[in-house]
């Protein structure tokens, strides 16, 4: 029995043995070793006999010996070409007129502009059609044509493909929105 034992520890040393000697060979080694060759066939030059690589001739001389100057001359690198003539002055164009501005009376001129962005509809041409604003605070609000509890200050009077009409609960301030925004 205990010659059974010893062999059973004799074995488990030599499998132990064993597993390193087969790790060390296949282990990654650090060491810079030499590369991949490029070549196919893994031969280098001087297996297959061909003579070694040598190093150019560097004349020491010619780097050391004296330069020509550069010759005074009166160039611009960064000029090409003579600067083209100034453009014939024009008369200066009328300013802009500005369109016409339609003022309900003198009580549009305190309401304060409506501050919603129109981002789309949802409907048919001939069903109901549901417009989504942002007051740029909160989620969008969605609401109907004719609604007049938008936030609790605003009605909207119609919905178009690409703006809407809108005012305040009472009327004031009646203002298209189109749909890129205010």
């Known amino acids: 029995m205990a010659s059974e034992r010893r062999q059973q520890i004799l074995l488990g040393a030599l499998a132990v ?3 390193l000697a ?7 080694s650090t060491a810079g070793g030499p590369g991949p060759t490029s070549n196919r066939n893994g031969t280098t030059r001087a297996q297959r006999g061909a ?5 150019p001739d560097v004349h020491l001389d010619a780097l050391t010996a004296e330069r020509p100057k550069p010759e005074d001359a009166e160039r611009n690198l960064f ?3 003579p600067a083209p003539a100034p453009p014939p ?3 200066a164009p009328a300013p802009p007129v500005a369109p016409p501005v339609e003022r309900a009376g003198p ?4 309401v304060p502009p409506i501050q919603l962005k129109f981002l789309g509809y949802i ?3 001939n069903g109901p059609r549901f417009a989504s604003l942002s007051d740029g605070i909160g989620a969008p609000i969605i609401a109907a044509e004719g609604e007049t509890n938008v936030l609790g200050r605003y009605k909207i009077w119609r919905i178009g493909e690409e703006s809407i009409e809108i005012s305040y609960v009472d009327g004031r301030g009646r203002q298209t929105i189109r749909l890129t925004g205010q």
């Open 89 to 91: 002055a024009r008369p």
């Open 107 to 110: 009580a549009s001129a305190s």
């Open 17 to 19: 043995v064993l597993v």
């Open 51 to 55: 003579p070694p690589l040598t190093a």
């Open 123 to 125: 409907g048919a041409k």
């Open 79 to 81: 000029k090409f070409r």
């Open 22 to 28: 087969v790790a060390y060979n296949f282990w990654p």
